[in-house]
């Protein structure tokens, strides 16, 4: 055998030997697949020709106490797309999109996500109606594109559009998560379990009929019950926009809360927006003036110094006070918004003419820790607890840090801050008897099985005697009376109790109080001789010379008279006590 043969016959059993090799780790692979993990690549094979599709559950409903609907969901669908199938057509597609959904979705961004590279999915566009999509489809395909697919998705309703807006909240638009109100609030509970539904693709992508799928079924929100009266809400809306517009002020806030139970039946804010159409949505009007606006109360503070005065026994409505024509305290000269000299007024007096001279003489018989105790118990300086998020405890300073003029000032309502529901629980404990309670506005929650949990009702608290309460609801009386300062509150038939108030706004940049600019309201409940509903008022920066009696105590009258006829509340026919105001 020759040299060359020799080394023909050694490559050839190379050749050989890397053939067997080769051969044998197929044969190895093949006995792995089909014999050891035969089972776990079937399921592999299964799963890339499968696809799985989130089945969106319901959010619960917000309702009002009659289980009237406030916030609801309907059906939708979201809009993706496979960047791989529609990047060479992507401005037509686009133009499709933007000319059927308009400003909902951009032009140029849309575009780019239609061709973005190395991608199979992207999100077109969210939360459209069902109709609304499925007419965009069909559009896309009868141009003859394709990779535009839908998924269905639970959209977020508000039949009412702005009514109770402030207070319902609304969804960041992306996730579905509430991100103000009682949608935050309760986010937890609204929100259900999203299901899903697997099931078999042809290679082209196309569901195959017939296949075996997977469904796991959803679960939908509970619904929230709220202590709201739609149709009083619907109409202190309206009333108090147009209260809003002829002061020509800021911003208005009206609430109505049952005394009784501490049940808000109302609240109303102007301006507002629209969470069905995502309108309106500016920290301005999303901000919720209930609870987060703080803001100097003025003369309904008076109120206030009064209980806590009758409290200790140290005044009656026929007290008699001598009113200076004006003080001088810690340099500082503090008068009334009128001109006067010595005047003769009773505590009940002092209420009706709203005197901060005749106010101060009397509340110097508190020292500043016993008045800063009384405040405490009314709830000023913390917070309600009522369940909301984003409230405010307001400011109260401690008492040994007062001067004589905070001592002077704050009981007449400035140089403490505050914010509506702070107000409502204080002077709601002087209408319910002397007996504070917290505020709430939702009643019970129901599970999609129908079982209904109801919230445990807030336990009252005394603060101060009923004979306090009562003596301070007496001078209240004079406040609507023909010669008191709100005579445009009273109401037919009824007997009503009030207090208007006027503050000095203060300027946040020098902090300093502006002249001419004032925060009016009325603060008011009815009947007085057995209180069903206590009404609050507010109008910010109204026109220069507006005060509570003439500009805030005619909403507390229309908004109160429709609060006690929804609700049934019978006059007691009684008639108003005849309190001396002078001596």
Not at 16 to 23: D, H, Q, T
Not at 144 to 173: H, K, M
Not at 322 to 332: A, F, G
């Amino acid at each position: 055998m020759t040299r060359r043969q020799r080394l023909t016959r050694n490559r050839l059993r190379v050749c050989l030997v890397a053939v067997c090799v080769i051969f044998g780790l197929f044969g190895l692979r093949l006995f792995q697949i089909q014999g050891i993990d035969a089972q776990a690549y079937a399921a592999m094979a299964v799963q890339a020709g499968t696809s799985k599709v989130a089945v969106p559950a319901p959010r619960g409903k917000i309702t009002d106490r009659n289980g009237v609907e406030l916030a609801g969901s309907t059906e939708g669908l979201t809009l993706t797309a496979d960047p791989s199938m529609t990047a060479a057509d992507a401005p037509k597609i686009a133009r499709i999109l933007v000319e059927a959904l308009g400003k909902k979705i951009d032009y140029f961004d849309t575009v780019a996500k239609l061709r973005t590279p190395k991608s199979r999915f992207v999100y077109l566009v969210r939360q459209v109606p069902q109709w609304t999509a499925n007419k965009v489809l069909e559009t896309i395909a009868k141009a003859g594109y394709t990779g535009v697919f839908p998924q269905e998705e639970s959209i977020r309703t508000y039949p009412g559009g702005t009514l109770g807006a402030n207070l319902l909240g609304y969804l960041d638009g992306i996730g579905g998560k509430g991100v103000a109100g009682l949608e935050a609030e309760y986010d937890k509970i609204l929100t259900g379990k999203n299901g899903s539904s697997t099931f078999e693709l042809s290679p082209s992508g196309q569901r195959i009929p017939m296949a075996d799928s997977t469904v796991t079924k959803m679960v939908s929100g509970s619904d929230v019950t709220t202590t709201i009266d739609r149709d009083l809400q619907w109409y202190a809306d309206q009333r108090l926009a147009d209260a809003v517009r002829a002061a020509s002020a800021d911003w208005g806030l009206a609430l109505t809360m049952d005394v009784k139970t501490g049940q808000l039946v109302q609240v109303s804010q102007v301006p507002t927006f629209n969470p069905d159409k995502y309108t309106g949505m500016d920290e301005f009007n999303t901000v919720s003036r209930l609870l987060q606006t703080v803001y100097e109360p003025g003369s309904v503070q008076k109120t206030i110094t009064m209980a806590a005065l009758a409290d200790q026994g140290k005044i009656t409505p026929e007290t008699k006070i001598s009113v200076p024509s004006k003080l001088v305290i810690d340099k500082y000269p503090i008068g009334d918004y009128w001109q006067h000299g010595t005047l003769r007024l009773t505590a009940a007096g002092v209420i009706a003419k709203s005197s901060n001279l005749g106010t101060i003489v009397a509340s110097q018989q508190m020292s500043d820790k016993v008045m800063h105790d009384y405040l405490v118990k009314f709830g000023f300086g913390a917070k309600s607890g009522i369940d909301l998020p984003g409230e405010s405890a307001g400011i109260l300073a401690p008492a040994k840090s007062w001067t004589k003029a905070n001592h002077a000032t704050i009981a007449f309502g400035q140089g403490i801050s505050v914010t509506a529901l702070q107000m409502v629980r204080a002077v709601g404990a002087i209408a319910n008897g002397g007996v504070i309670i917290d505020p709430s506005v939702v009643t019970g929650f129901t599970s999609p099985d129908g079982s209904r949990t109801p919230v445990e009702a807030p336990v009252g608290k005394r603060v101060v005697s009923p004979k306090a309460a009562a003596a301070v609801t007496r001078m209240m009386e004079a406040v609507t009376a023909p010669d008191g300062t709100a005579p445009a509150a009273a109401i037919d038939g009824y007997r009503v109790a009030g207090k208007t108030g006027t503050a000095w706004r203060v300027n946040p940049r020098t902090g300093r109080y502006v002249r001419g600019q004032n925060t009016v309201s009325f603060m008011g409940f009815a009947p007085a001789d057995n209180p069903r509903f206590l009404t609050y008022i507010v109008l910010d920066k109204p026109f220069s010379n507006a005060g509570g009696g003439s500009t805030a105590a005619p909403v507390f009258h229309d908004i109160m008279s429709m609060a006690l006829e929804r609700f049934g509340v019978a006059p007691t026919g009684s008639k108003n006590p005849k309190v001396p105001q002078t001596w």
